[in-house]
């Protein structure tokens, strides 16, 4: 994946994303962090083609993503799995065929259909729920079931954003387990958050937005950078500077 | 391929049932609209079908005046069996005529006041054509012998003006209740399309294509359409065949006439047309109002 001179002006003419660059390799898992209204989530609409760019190049595995034609959207999001903070699971449908759907809608059926389905269940962990609704089952166990459905189809490429927001601190390090454990299957990840201490305590490349532009791109990085953490350090040497930083949300 | 189809079938049937007070509404709106729509075209086609027949059924009438005697009478019907375009002349004596309006007359004390007949001879000619039922109709006045002459023109005429009327009528109120029933339709599945935004929004994000996404909305258009179609067919086929063997064999002229219409044929052609109607509707909405990007 590999975006080059980024730019994203929305109609009413706010900056949204300015000249941002960065690749990432194949298997690599990345966390985008950044403020609310950084360009976290536009970016990852940009990846998946529900925006266009208004500048610059973006390539998906060898697919230019900005002048792809319509028709070949589908194609590549095939290729993507998307999970979202609010799940995006259709309330009226079980958790399996909320995960199957997205084998049906690309033509999967019978007996590879409820295979490929099953796996995905039981590799989130929620196969014996498999039959319940979304309002039966809780928060974390719905993001494992739309985790599921992101993987069913073995994406090449794993959009998250940001997944573990409307979840408690435990049941989200038990989501972002599920993420490196699909992760060291060769699916590289992109995950867009606000969650400190899981992005603190994973140390993978970190990614920083700030009013859309790309400030930090750091191979082993924290929520805060190097230099913010020493400053820390050295104002509260008795915690190692977590304590003033986790107090201030960025929002 | 027919794993995916059952599969829209499935999600057709599922967007149908959780909007079913809207896909009523739209099969009953076309229903009514197709109802009123067949109604208009079978009417228009009777009318027609009247006004085509009507002039081979008129005849010209000759009220020969009273004071010309029976044997000049009989050489006037002479020469009009000799005339061209005329198939069958007939002479209503006065006598017979006189007693047959005497008969129909519901009071006959009235009639005893009268002791002479008052009404003249009457020769109908029967034409091979309607135009010559007009041209032999011009020849017969000038003649000094005839009293008075009826050809029907008039009649004809308004008929033709009425059924002109009735066919442009009729079209006109097809033409809008079709695109009513069209509009109904298309509203129906806009309305399906906003409940289901959430969906077609995880149907586009998992990389479903386009035509996948459309065609259980146009399936569900296409089939309220049809059922409003069939709906508005047996109900047009069930009053045809009231109306032919009740009110249409009293009515004079309409009743020779061979306008029973096969049922099925009605029922079937309506059905098609709310197959199209539901299947445009559909189409012009999810076109227009079903984003894809």
């Not at chain 1, 985008?32 to 970016?43: H, M, P, R, V």
């Not at chain 2, 009318?47 to 009989?74: C, G, K, Q, Y």
Request: glycine share 10%.
């Amino acid at each position: 994946m590999k975006l080059a001179h980024v730019s994203l002006q929305h109609a009413r003419g706010a900056l949204a994303l300015e000249d941002v660059s960065f690749k990432v390799e194949p298997g690599e898992f990345v966390f985008l962090i950044g403020q609310t209204g950084s360009g976290k989530s536009s970016l990852l609409k940009i990846l998946n083609r529900e925006l266009k760019p208004t500048g610059g190049e973006v390539w998906v595995d060898g697919t230019e993503v900005t002048s792809l034609h319509r028709r070949g959207v589908p194609s590549l999001r095939r290729k993507l799995g998307v999970v979202f903070q609010d799940f995006r699971l259709l309330p009226d449908r079980t958790l399996f065929e909320n995960v199957s759907f997205a084998l049906r809608v690309i033509g999967v059926h019978g007996k590879p259909l409820n295979q490929r389905t099953i796996e995905a269940l039981d590799r989130v962990g929620i196969l014996p729920r498999a039959r319940m609704f979304p309002h039966q089952v809780s928060g974390g166990e719905q993001q494992r079931a739309a985790l599921a459905r992101a993987i069913v189809n073995r994406p090449q490429l794993l959009l998250a954003d940001e997944p573990t927001g409307n979840l408690d601190p435990e049941t989200s390090r038990g989501i972002m387990d599920l993420l490196l454990e699909i992760n060291c299957s060769g699916t590289t990840m992109l995950i867009a958050t606000h969650d400190q201490p899981l992005v603190d305590a994973v140390g993978r490349r970190v990614l920083e937005l700030q009013g859309g532009r790309l400030v930090r791109d750091e191979a082993q990085g924290g929520y805060d950078s190097a230099e913010i953490q020493q400053d820390l350090e050295e104002l509260h040497p008795a915690t190692g500077g977590s304590g003033a930083v986790k107090g201030s949300e960025p929002g | 391929m027919i794993f995916t189809f059952m599969f829209l079938l499935r999600e057709a049937w599922l967007n149908g049932f959780r909007q079913r007070l809207m896909i009523l509404a739209c099969v009953t709106t076309t229903a009514v609209a197709l109802t009123t729509l067949g109604g208009f075209a079978l009417l228009a086609w009777h009318v027609h079908l009247i006004a085509d027949a009507l002039p081979r059924r008129i005849e010209v009438h000759i009220f020969v005046r009273p004071t010309v005697p029976r044997t000049r009478v009989n050489e006037l019907m002479a020469a009009l069996q000799r005339s061209q375009g005329v198939s069958r002349v007939r002479l209503v004596p006065r006598e017979i005529a006189w007693q047959e309006f005497k008969k129909s007359w519901p009071g006959p004390d009235v009639l005893d006041g009268l002791n002479d007949n008052p009404l003249p001879d009457k020769i109908e000619v029967v034409t091979t054509s309607p135009d010559r039922t007009l041209t032999l109709a011009r020849e017969v006045r000038a003649w000094p012998e005839s009293e008075s002459v009826r050809d029907g023109a008039q009649v004809l005429q308004r008929l033709l003006a009425v059924a002109g009327f009735i066919r442009a009528g009729g079209l006109i109120a097809a033409v809008l209740l079709a695109l009513g029933a069209a509009w109904m339709v298309g509203n129906a599945i806009r309305l399906t399309l906003h409940a289901r935004r959430r969906d077609i929004r995880v149907m586009q994000l998992v990389g479903a294509t386009n035509a996948f996404i459309r065609l259980p909305f146009i399936i569900e258009g296409t089939t309220a359409g049809t059922i409003g179609g069939v709906l508005a067919g047996a109900l047009l086929a069930a009053g045809l065949t009231h109306l032919s063997n009740t009110l249409l064999p009293e009515i004079p002229l309409v009743s020779e006439l061979q306008l029973a219409i096969d049922p099925t044929l009605v029922g079937g052609s309506l059905a098609i047309a709310g197959a199209v109607l539901g299947l445009t509707g559909s189409i012009v909405s999810v076109r227009r109002y079903l984003t894809l990007d």
